[in-house]
Each structure stands twice: as structure tokens, then as C-alpha cells.
């Protein structure tokens, strides 16, 4: 069964620091292109950070700068340190697997909640 499993979420005061996790089973994690997405309350599903296989990554330009994706191949995992955060990062934040070859397949983590407040 693919999983992906999210951890690292919780409550953070304004500028503060959190690292996510996303452990992922069953797939060639070589082959997915790895990604951090995030909802609110009342709004859509938004992309955070991706990262391909070869290391390369691409930001939400709200987060640039403060948040860094990362991906360890050894351990199948992909991280998100994010850094200085604010009140309007509270979201879920979901870990993403998208599939490099046709039919392109799609996974989800159960999500992980963020809530940065004082």
C-alpha cells in the first residue's frame, strides 16, 4: 500500500520555527516528484513548496525565503523547515507524491495541522 505520513505539526507563536515530515511507503521514490501543499479554513488546496528527484525545488512565492523543502532518498522522506511564521500559515498542510511516468499517479498524507498564533 502506498502511505504517506505526515508529522512534525502543531502550535507555534508568530516567528517561530517548525520542521515537517512526510515518510513515504510504497513507491519508487526515486521516480515522484514530492511536494507540501496547504489548506486553510474556507479556502482552496494551495501549493507550498515541490521538489523533483534531482533535488530541485520550487516555492509559493509567499513562503520563499522562509520555508525550505528538502528530500532525504535514504530514508524516503521529505522534510519542510519553516521558518519565521505567521498567523495567516495556519493551514493543514498535506505531503504529496506525484508520479514522473504515464498514468502519472497521485498520492496524499493525511495532512498535518499548523497553527502559528499567540
Known amino acids: 500500500q502506498v502511505q504517506l505520513v505526515e508529522s512534525g505539526g502543531g502550535l507555534v507563536q508568530p516567528g517561530g520555527s517548525l520542521r515537517l515530515s512526510c515518510a513515504a511507503s510504497g513507491i519508487i521514490f526515486s521516480i515522484y516528484v514530492m511536494g507540501w501543499y496547504r489548506q486553510a479554513p474556507g479556502k482552496q488546496r494551495e501549493l507550498v513548496a515541490t521538489i523533483f528527484s534531482d533535488g530541485d525545488s520550487n516555492y509559493a512565492d509567499s513562503v520563499k525565503g522562509r520555508f525550505t523543502i528538502s528530500r532525504d532518498t535514504a530514508k524516503n522522506t521529505i522534510y519542510l523547515q519553516m521558518n519565521s511564521l505567521k498567523p495567516e500559515n495556519t493551514a493543514v498542510y498535506y505531503c504529496?507524491?506525484?508520479?514522473?511516468?504515464?498514468?502519472?499517479?497521485?498520492?496524499w498524507g493525511q495532512g498535518t495541522q499548523v497553527t502559528v498564533s499567540s
Open positions: 504529496n507524491a506525484n508520479g514522473a511516468f504515464i498514468p502519472r499517479p497521485n498520492y
